[in-house]
C-alpha cells in the first residue's frame, strides 16, 4: 500500500505496513498484530515520542546490559518484523547474542525469524536444547548458549507470564512495553514504557556513547535507577496528556 509522506499518521501507518508484511512473510503471528493495536494505543496517549523516563529507562538497560556477563536478547515475531536491522545493530554493539524465543511456537517461524535476523549478520541462538523450570509457555524452550545462561535479558513485547520466572532464575530482566500497568512491566527490573520503533535505536546511540564508561560510572546508572518511580512517572505522563486533551475541546 502506497501511504503519502503528507498523511499526517504517516509513520503509524508505516509501522504497521511492516508488520502486515511480517505478518503475510510468515514471522508475525495475528495475535501479534492485536497486540500491536493494544501498544499503538498506549503509545497514542503517551504523546507518540520517547518521554523522560524512556529516556533514562534506556540509558539504564544500556549500562546494565554493558556490566552484564551475559546479556542476551529475546527476540519475538513481532520484534523480528518492526526492527530486525536495528535490533542486529543493538546486538552487535552490546556484544548480546540474539535468541529468538516466540509464545506461539512452531519451528518453521523460529527459522524464519532467525533468518532475518541473520540477513543483517547477527548472532542468533534458536537450538532451543534447554528449558526454562517452572515455565508452562513456550517461551520456555531456551538455547543452553544464550537466555538459559544469561544473567541480564532483554525482553521486547513480553506476554506477561516469563518475567517473574527468569527473575526466580536469578536473571535481571529488561522489558520494553508501551504499557506501564501490565504485569511485565511491574515484574521487570527496568522497563521501557517507549515504542520498540524508537527504544532500539536510541539504546544503540546509548551503547555507543557508554562504552566508553568507565565501570563506577555504569554502576552509579544502574544503582540510582528505581523501576516503580518511572512506572508512577509513565501513567502520570498519561494522565497529564488526556488532561491536556481534555482542556483543549
Ligand atoms: O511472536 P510471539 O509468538 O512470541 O508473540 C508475540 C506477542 C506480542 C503476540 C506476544 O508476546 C503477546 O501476546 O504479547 P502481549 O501479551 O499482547 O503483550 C505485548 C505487550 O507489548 C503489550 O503490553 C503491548 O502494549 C506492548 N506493545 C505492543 N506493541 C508495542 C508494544 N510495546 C512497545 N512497542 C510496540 N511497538
Keep these: 500500500m502506497h501511504v503519502p509522506q503528507s498523511h499526517p499518521r504517516y509513520h503509524s501507518l508505516i509501522t504497521r505496513e511492516k508488520l502486515a508484511q511480517a505478518f503475510r512473510n510468515g514471522l508475525v503471528v495475528p495475535e501479534g498484530l492485536i497486540a500491536h493495536g493494544r501498544g499503538e494505543c498506549f503509545d497514542y496517549i503517551l504523546g507518540e515520542e520517547s518521554r523522560d523516563f524512556a ?7 544500556v549500562a546494565m546490559m554493558i556490566l552484564a556477563n551475559h546479556p542476551v536478547i529475546s527476540v519475538n515475531g513481532n520484534a523480528a518484523g518492526l526492527v530486525a536491522e536495528e535490533i542486529s545493530r543493538l546486538s552487535e554493539v552490546l556484544s548480546a547474542p540474539l535468541e529468538v524465543n516466540i509464545f506461539h511456537r512452531s519451528e518453521e517461524r523460529v527459522k524464519r525469524i532467525a533468518e532475518e535476523l541473520e540477513k543483517h549478520d547477527a548472532i542468533v541462538y534458536c537450538r532451543g536444547d534447554a528449558v526454562i523450570e517452572g515455565l508452562e509457555s513456550a517461551r520456555r524452550i531456551v538455547d543452553r548458549r544464550g537466555i538459559y545462561r544469561a544473567d541480564v535479558v532483554l525482553v521486547p513485547l513480553e506476554d506477561g507470564d516469563r518475567c517473574e520466572i527468569l527473575k526466580r532464575n536469578g536473571k535481571r530482566v529488561i522489558a520494553i512495553d508501551l504499557n506501564p500497568l ?8 527496568v522497563t521501557i514504557v517507549d515504542n520498540i520503533t524508537r527504544a532500539v535505536p536510541n ?9 566508553d564508561y568507565g565501570m563506577e560510572e555504569l ?8 523501576n516503580r518511580e518511572i512506572l508512577r512517572r509513565a501513567i502520570k505522563a498519561i494522565i497529564e496528556y488526556l488532561e491536556s486533551r481534555s482542556g483543549e475541546l
Design 203 to 211: 539504546m544503540i546511540e546509548f551503547a555507543k556513547e557508554m562504552k
Design 219 to 226: 554502576e552509579k546508572i544502574v544503582l540510582r535507577y528505581d
Design 55 to 61: 529516556i533514562e529507562a534506556e540509558r539504564a538497560a
Design 182 to 189: 501490565s504485569r511485565t512491566s511491574r515484574m521487570a527490573d
